[in-house]
């Protein structure tokens, strides 16, 4: 493949993903001579031959130098366990597989600029999602001394134009790239193609990454928590990653975790996005249900929405907004109990939590047993209870005119 030779010596860090954009980047930039520096930030769901495939790829293309970046610990240590504590899911569904991916990114590319002395950096994001914001805000928050270049967002590129300038370069683009855009992380893997495109259409099960195993039996395991974190799979101590990253093939071989969300983007249109987070999904439903047993119901409750809210910001690109660290320090300090174990069946297609067991349990015999009795209180006192409890409905009842009573009933 041949390239114009560089123009001058001004330096461009390009967040790096070997992907279609990314790669039209490289060959794009050098060309308008820029000396490219590529950086790709390993935040899951690769091993080392395609690491070192996208390395020769972006040499390949162009690039002056190419820098990986492991970030996988950074990525859970700074954000995904804080998402975990949150229970977060986009509209219910989607566990932010890219969200705080994008921010980890960024911020890696961006403090790698600021010590390389670069003059610019860049992304290869379209102008119609979620991730020009989130990474336009990262780097001008931590990098904002340096140029920024959005090479597919200004130019207006379809992903056929990318195909076919490479393609005159003598870089080809394997079929399945063209035709859909993947994302793959620790938290979970995002498919984007035609379908995604419309309300109606379904991705075909062939395009999720790995493969179900149809002939697999149903299968339990227990998941050890310690204030929150993950910490053990049927006994065995692991460390958050590698215990996100064994649930990943586990639950991905029963095809656990797949959906496709649809919901508001960050620019005020709606968008679709196909997923595939078996981890996040197994996870997420232990978490929720060991947080049940240990948390009272006003912490329950107060979590839930403050969960939401920091997920929502994380979600829309306001992860370095001071308020972030408020809320880190809530869901923080909610994890306090939440320790135990969890137990989960797998099967085709689902999970689901069979039992929780916790030394912080507040569901205990020697205090109530629901529908039975309780130790602490007489029926005297559950009769008063249920008495004063329902007072402010009886008063307002009395304060009603009749005639706005339903039915005509009255308080005599």
Same mark, same amino acid.
């Given at each position: 493949?041949?390239?114009?030779?560089?123009?001058?010596?001004?330096?461009?860090?390009?967040?790096?993903?070997?992907?279609?954009?990314?790669?039209?980047?490289?060959?794009?930039?050098?060309?308008?001579?820029?000396?490219?520096?590529?950086?790709?930030?390993?935040?899951?769901?690769?091993?080392?031959?395609?690491?070192?495939?996208?390395?020769?790829?972006?040499?390949?293309?162009?690039?002056?130098?190419?820098?990986?970046?492991?970030?996988?610990?950074?990525?859970?240590?700074?954000?995904?366990?804080?998402?975990?504590?949150?229970?977060?899911?986009?509209?219910?569904?989607?566990?932010?597989?890219?969200?705080?991916?994008?921010?980890?990114?960024?911020?890696?590319?961006?403090?790698?600029?600021?010590?390389?002395?670069?003059?610019?950096?860049?992304?290869?994001?379209?102008?119609?999602?979620?991730?020009?914001?989130?990474?336009?805000?990262? =780097?001008?928050?931590?990098?904002?001394?340096?140029?920024?270049?959005?090479?597919?967002?200004?130019?207006?590129?379809?992903?056929? =134009?990318?195909?076919?300038?490479?393609?005159?370069?003598?870089?080809?683009?394997?079929?399945?790239?063209?035709?859909?855009?993947?994302?793959?992380?620790?938290?979970?893997?995002?498919?984007?193609?035609?379908?995604?495109?419309?309300?109606?259409?379904?991705?075909?099960?062939?395009?999720?990454?790995?493969?179900?195993?149809?002939?697999?039996?149903?299968?339990?395991?227990?998941?050890?928590?310690?204030?929150?974190?993950?910490?053990?799979?049927?006994?065995?101590?692991?460390?958050?990653?590698?215990? $996100?990253?064994?649930?990943?093939?586990?639950?991905?071989?029963?095809?656990?975790?797949?959906?496709?969300? #649809?919901?508001?983007?960050?620019?005020?249109?709606?968008?679709?996005? &196909?997923?595939?987070?078996?981890?996040?999904? $197994?996870?997420?439903?232990?978490?929720?249900?060991?947080?049940?047993?240990?948390?009272?119901?006003?912490? #329950?409750?107060?979590?839930?929405?403050? &969960?939401?809210?920091?997920?929502?910001?994380?979600?829309?690109?306001?992860?370095?907004?001071?308020?972030?660290?408020?809320?880190?320090?809530?869901?923080?300090?909610?994890?306090?109990?939440?320790?135990?174990?969890?137990?989960?069946?797998?099967?085709?297609?689902?999970?689901?939590?069979?039992?929780?067991?916790?030394?912080?349990?507040?569901?205990?015999?020697?205090?109530?047993?629901?529908?039975?009795?309780?130790?602490?209180?007489?029926?005297?006192?559950?009769?008063?209870?249920?008495? $004063?409890?329902? $007072?402010?409905?009886?008063?307002?009842?009395?304060?009603?005119?009749?005639?706005?009573?339903?039915?005509?009933?009255?308080?005599?």
């Amino acid at each position: 493949m041949k390239l114009q030779e560089h123009k001058s010596e001004r330096t461009v860090v390009l967040a790096y993903s070997g992907g279609l954009d990314t790669s039209f980047c490289v060959a794009w930039l050098r060309e308008q001579g820029w000396a490219v520096v590529t950086v790709n930030v390993n935040t899951g769901g690769m091993v080392a031959s395609e690491a070192e495939e996208m390395q020769e790829r972006a040499l390949l293309l162009g690039a002056k130098r190419h820098v990986s970046i492991d970030a996988r610990d950074e990525l859970y240590v700074n954000h995904l366990r804080f998402l975990l504590y949150a229970n977060a899911r986009r509209g219910g569904t989607y566990p932010l597989c890219v969200s705080a991916e994008r921010v980890c990114q960024a911020g890696c590319v961006a403090r790698l600029a600021l010590e390389t002395g670069a003059d610019a950096i860049a992304h290869g994001s379209t102008g119609a999602g979620n991730d020009q914001v989130r990474f336009d805000v990262a =780097f001008r928050a931590i990098a904002p001394s340096l140029e920024l270049i959005a090479p597919i967002r200004t130019l207006g590129c379809t992903r056929e =134009f990318e195909a076919e300038f490479l393609a005159k370069r003598d870089f080809e683009i394997p079929g399945t790239v063209k035709r859909y855009s993947y994302n793959k992380g620790l938290w979970g893997t995002t498919v984007g193609g035609a379908e995604t495109l419309d309300s109606w259409d379904s991705l075909p099960q062939s395009v999720y990454p790995g493969e179900v195993d149809e002939s697999a039996a149903p299968r339990e395991i227990v998941i050890g928590f310690t204030r929150g974190a993950p910490v053990s799979l049927d006994g065995e101590v692991l460390s958050p990653v590698a215990l $996100i990253e064994q649930l990943n093939a586990e639950g991905g071989a029963f095809g656990i975790g797949r959906g496709v969300h #649809l919901g508001d983007t960050i620019i005020g249109i709606k968008g679709r996005v &196909g997923f595939s987070a078996p981890a996040a999904h $197994i996870l997420i439903e232990s978490h929720r249900e060991l947080e049940k047993l240990v948390l009272t119901s006003k912490r #329950l409750f107060w979590k839930e929405q403050l &969960g939401n809210l920091y997920a929502s910001l994380v979600h829309e690109g306001h992860y370095l907004d001071p308020v972030c660290r408020d809320l880190e320090a809530f869901l923080g300090s909610s994890q306090d109990v939440v320790s135990g174990d969890v137990r989960v069946h797998l099967d085709n297609g689902f999970c689901r939590v069979e039992g929780v067991r916790s030394p912080h349990s507040l569901m205990s015999r020697d205090v109530a047993e629901y529908g039975e009795g309780a130790r602490l209180w007489s029926s005297q006192d559950a009769e008063g209870f249920s008495k $004063i409890y329902g $007072i402010q409905q009886l008063l307002a009842s009395r304060a009603a005119a009749p005639d706005t009573v339903e039915g005509g009933w009255k308080c005599e």
